[in-house]
């Protein structure tokens, strides 16, 4: 492949996916602004003309912010490929690295580099969205303490997790031939899968408390209703949300075995008994109907075709050059072609966003309808407007933002398909 037809082929990919999502971000800034004084019909008797307005200045807060992160992410993916930044960051890890502690160090050590020059670019706009955004509408209630704390355990675990596994990807490129990518992503596949099992009592608990449910008339319904729903966990927890946000959530988590029942501490406190059941019949609806397993089917599937791709992209001369880094003579280009990869492939399969967001939306509804079987549709829509008002979510986002990016129907939708509550 010609360096210059990759150029050419990434720069109009890079135009392209900025156009349309800078595009989308306007037309939903523009939809929102115009009807935030107006309640929809449908919600005029259960949301306020406040709670409306709330919404639609927090949804504005982030599209505004968005439009600046996505125009500095445009930028800094064009320093680190077209304008050599990769290639110079290259060049003083390869230098410094690779003469003393040899080829796998030097490329863990590039890896390690761009991850964390990564990190301290976005630093900036993760602050302000939580200390600035998050905080102005009544949502943050982390510390700049439990901030920081979450970074350097973030990047502990990254490092502690993610070096083993990065480290073997690269031993198989080295050592399978022409197919290590089939054996790579066999093991980023069983990777993940461990990571099912770890997640919910390894590495959750790192970040936030878990305690068992303590309201035993509560666990007593949602017992008799996961037994209905023929669903097995090792417990139901409360995590403290609250320590770093006014959201409210619930979800079940891990494979097998380690499977747990997760409610936010503020969830508890807002809804009633039957809403909680509602809202965990909806959850229990994802497993039922094999959701989550076909969710992780279709990640699979599609980090096989990424990995088949980069097995032929990684011998190409022109990929490398035409991504504005030239390839080392003296030491493998394994993590090289790997971070490239990673920069080159999310303004292509951008596109794809719409039709996995229509099958989230889908699997959506079928999880409100069999939360409806097996709970009060009622306490299911009652549940909703309170969640949809706690977490200020708009009414009234653009209709074709909503088929691009939402992975929930909006509320209109989604409540017009349950039950209404007396």
């Known amino acids: 492949m010609e360096a210059s037809t990759v150029s050419w082929l990434f720069v109009a990919g890079v135009v392209a996916a900025y156009g349309v999502r800078t595009w989308l971000a306007w037309r939903q800034i523009r939809h929102v602004a115009a009807n935030r004084q107006s309640v929809p019909a449908a919600f005029a008797a259960t949301v306020t003309g406040d709670a409306h307005r709330k919404a639609a200045d927090y949804t504005l807060a982030h599209a505004r912010m968005g439009l600046i992160t996505g125009a500095l992410a445009t930028a800094v993916l064009i320093g680190w490929t077209l304008l050599g930044g990769l290639d110079a960051l290259n060049s003083a890890v390869r230098a410094a690295v690779q003469p003393r502690f040899g080829d796998l160090a030097y490329q863990l050590a590039l890896f390690a580099a761009f991850a964390l020059i990564g990190t301290a670019i976005d630093l900036p706009a993760s602050w ?10 009544g949502f943050n209630r982390m510390t700049p303490a439990t901030w920081l704390a979450d970074l350097a355990k973030g990047a502990a675990v990254a490092a502690g997790l993610g070096l083993p596994l990065l480290a073997l990807v ?15 992503w066999t093991a980023w596949v069983l990777f993940v899968l461990l990571m099912q099992v770890l997640y919910p009592t390894v590495i959750a608990p790192l970040f936030n408390r878990f305690e068992p449910l303590a309201n035993a008339a509560l666990a007593e319904r949602v ?7 023929g669903f097995r966990s090792r417990g139901l927890f409360v995590m403290d949300g609250s320590r770093r946000s006014a959201h409210a959530n619930a979800y079940f988590t891990g494979l097998g075995g380690s499977k747990r029942v997760v409610f936010y501490d503020t969830l508890l406190q807002r809804l009633t008994p039957g809403e909680v059941e509602a809202v965990l019949a909806h959850e ?5 109907r094999r959701h989550v397993h076909k969710q992780m089917a279709g990640q699979f599937a599609l980090a096989l075709a990424g990995l088949a791709l980069l097995g032929w992209l990684s011998g190409q001369a ?65 549940a909703l407007l309170k969640l949809h008002e706690d977490n200020a979510a708009t009414l009234t986002p653009d209709p074709l933002y909503v088929r691009f990016y939402y992975s929930h129907p909006p509320a209109s939708e989604r409540l017009a398909a349950l039950p209404q509550p007396a």
């Open 170 to 184: 690269l031993w198989i490129m080295d050592a399978a031939g022409s197919l290590w990518w089939l054996w790579a």
């Open 318 to 382: 022109g990929f490398y050059a035409g991504l504005g880094v030239t390839p080392n003579a003296a030491a493998p280009n394994d993590a090289l072609a790997l971070i490239l990869f990673s920069l080159a492939l999310p303004p292509f399969t951008f596109f794809l966003t719409p039709l996995l967001s229509q099958l989230s939306r889908r699997h959506e509804f079928e999880a409100d309808a069999f939360a409806c079987a097996q709970a009060d549709g009622r306490d299911l829509s009652r």
């Open 223 to 229: 017992g008799a209703l996961m037994a209905r729903c």
């Open 128 to 137: 302000i969205q939580t200390f600035h955004i998050e905080a102005r509408f």
């Open 284 to 288: 229990l609806g994802h497993f039922k």
